[in-house]
């Protein structure tokens, strides 16, 4: 259950780290407990491994356990880690039962993918896997359903610990969070580019996909709108929205590519991600190559001040 669950531990960066494959396609898990112990060391202390930006729905129940694992191995006790859990409920409720085996804090409902979605048929799905997997539970909306009276509801659920909203209609969101009385954490679900306004409207914490090239950058960010700092905070968003607004590029479908191109840059090979994701050309990479030289430069920068004092490496 949640009960011993300390949901502030949610107010902060969420990253979703990419998921690594070696030449065969196969997973590079070495490669996966490498790059999350860098992300641990940096200061990320939240991590969504193997849902969205981690291609999600191009794993195996065997390899979202995998990846889950890998991310428990190599993170430090101050961690939390949710398995992303959805597509039918009976594997749903196995990758939940099997990440918890392995160490995971909780688990994410990934959005529905299901045609023919209501209310009704999701609070059946969610209440079917959470009797079958009590733990923390974070629930993810990205489209009307589940509708925000469902999402109020859910939040009196003695396993729901918070909401990772990208629905990304503010007034909603902050009617919402307004009308919550149990007190869950409301999360930003679209990383940095919506990041500032849903902190406006209550949410103290937001997920990162852009934090696997500058975890620097962007929990600088996060500090900065946490202490009322907007100005500062918008300089931080300024910085990264080169990132986000390529990830953005033709309804999203840069999203993952470009993120595991951009680690080449840092001298970790990825592999390209699985189809249906998008391959890219030479004339894109170049230029993800150049757009990320002065974010590469800051984000060192920050972890250079931060070690002279002695807080991160």
Known sequence: MAADFDPTSLQTVHLVPLTAYSPDGSLNLDLQKTHTARMYEAGIRCFLPAAGTSEFHSLSADEVVD?????????????VVFAPVGLQVGHAIEIARRSLDVGATGIMFMPFSH?????????????????AAPCPTLVYKKAPLPSNSLLLEMAQHPNVVGVKYAWNQMHEFRSTVAADEQGVEWLCGSAERFAPYYFLAGSHGYTTGAGNVAPHLTLAMHAAFAAGEYVEG???????????DYRAREGDSFNISMLKHAMQSLGQDFGPPRPPQRELTDAERSEIDELLKPIIAADRQIAAELAAVGLSS
Do not use: F, H, N
């Not at 045609?115 to 009797?131: H, K, L, N």
């Not at 918008?234 to 986000?244: C, D, G, N, R």
């Open 67 to 79: 990846i889950v694992a890998a991310t428990c191995e190599a993170t430090g006790p101050e961690a």
């Open 234 to 244: 918008m300089q931080y968003q300024a910085q990264l929205l080169p990132i986000e």
């Open 115 to 131: 045609p023919y979605m209501s209310d009704v048929g999701a609070r059946a799905y969610y209440q079917a896997v959470m009797d």
